[in-house]
């Protein structure tokens, strides 16, 4: 499984950004796709994640403001991001786990992304 993110960039305060994944090698009809972050001098945090069977879950800090979604064939993982604030800056990764319920412990994540920027501006 090979996973690449892109759409990363600069944004003022408020504004918006929707991030993608490229998920290849993709063979199992059980998993999740997960979003993390992790700012300098912080720990890697879930973001969101997404089940093979829809189900949904999100950390508390973006509830409401960010939306995890996948394309139809499953081959691409997207995050809208909504209402950005300058506490949102980070590296964000995509990640694959084997486990049909969303989890946001990156232990439970073997396949990993190499990250793209978010940066928030006040």
């Known amino acids: 499984v090979q996973l690449a993110e892109s759409g990363g960039g600069s944004v003022q305060s408020g504004g918006s950004l929707r991030i993608s994944c490229v998920v290849s090698?993709?063979?199992?009809?059980?998993?999740?796709l997960g979003w993390f972050r992790q700012a300098p001098g912080n720990k890697r945090e879930g973001v969101a994640a997404?089940?093979?069977?829809?189900?949904?879950a999100y950390a508390d800090s973006v509830k409401g403001r960010f939306t995890i979604s996948q394309d139809n064939g499953g081959n691409t993982l997207y995050l809208q991001m909504n209402s950005l604030k300058p506490e949102d800056t980070a590296m964000y990764y995509c990640?694959?786990?084997?486990?049909?319920?969303?989890?946001?412990?990156?232990?439970?994540?073997?396949?990993w992304g190499q990250g793209t920027q978010v940066t928030v501006s006040s």
């Open positions: 990640a694959k786990s084997a486990f049909f319920i969303p989890t946001l412990v990156s232990n439970e994540y073997l396949y």
């Open positions: 090698g993709l063979t199992d009809s059980d998993y999740s």
């Open positions: 997404i089940a093979s069977t829809g189900r949904t």
